[in-house]
């Protein structure tokens, strides 16, 4: 490709730092960023592999021995809970014969069993047992040592219920990475909100869709509250769009906070609020894109986590989990609550579905150039295009100097 075509140098962005260009005269990502293969595997190679994304939720793997995998653009990675509680992840690959290891989430036990010729892993990723390796019943062989072929992992870490991976290995420790968005929301929602996070695994405590397009638009839908009037007509009977706010934390996330969350709405038991919610602020929930993949909403009640598993260029899992200020708000007594919140939640986001899909089928028109970002209503989205530009940029300046 000519270094001309690249997508940087389309949205015309400076290699050399110069100013970003006004929102108004900025161009958007063009077509090929959300429709072509080839520059889906160099995002993730580039703009994702340096920074921190979501692969997984911590309740995914909860207990020592968990496994669960999942293939994350395009690489078979699996996460695992091991012996000491800490989360690692793996490229989901036997060392003998590149077999895919787990196939399937559950309980390995203390050991990760390929299912080909049975080569055994423990939980950190070490090669243990070599069944028949020397002939049957003989285990070992001359020349061959166990510690030199263990799996390969990949960086790891946790925060908000989330297991983050940073495939580069040399992003900044996660919790410095997510200072500038920590900061805000303990303020808002307490010092520790993001240690008291209690995940519900029952009934009402997940939702999964399945997207016919880039996770990239569903970043960007997410990001805006322009669409709300006429998307989600329901919703903004109680949570107008006047009463939104946009809302960009550098560098990394963007998105749309309102005034009038209504804790009160419904007729079931209110749930525990999170104990240090700035009691001025109780009506106030934020809704952030944290780039490249995951979606958070704060809320004095409630929080959530959507991750945008991005499974093909134009297809992308969204898998939400609901979380709540402590393990009593996920008994019993809030069911009534929790079945009420999943249910809202539902309607809102299968509203999202269409516009989302249909953006995607838009960027098959060679009409389309990446549009025209208004000057207010898609301040966000901008600033996610940017901080998606300057890392492409980085990335392919890092590569040919
Ligand atoms: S491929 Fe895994 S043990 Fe042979
Ligand atoms: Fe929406």
New binding site residues.
Partial sequence: MNPTDSIAAIAEISPHGAAEPAISQSAALPNRAYTSHDEWLKERDTVIAQTWAGLGFSSDISEPGSVYPVSFMGLPLVMVRDQSGRARVFHNV?R????QLVAEAGDAGLIIR?P????GYDLSGQLKTTPNIGGMGVHEVAGFDCADHALTGIRCEESMGVVFINLSSDAPPLLEHLEPLLSRWRELAGPAFDEQLAADTGEFGSMELVLNSNYKLAVENYCESYHLPFVHPDLNTYSPLEAHYNLTVDPLASGQGTRVYDLKRGDSEPLPQFSDWDSERLKTAEYLSLYPNVLLGIQADHFFVILLISEATDQTRERLQFMYADTDATGEAYRGRRESLHTAWSVVFAEDISVVEGMQRGRASPAFDGGQFTPLMDVPTHHFHQWFLTRLEKSTTRAVS
């Fill in positions: 036997c003998h014969r590149g077999t390929c080909y010729h049975k080569w």
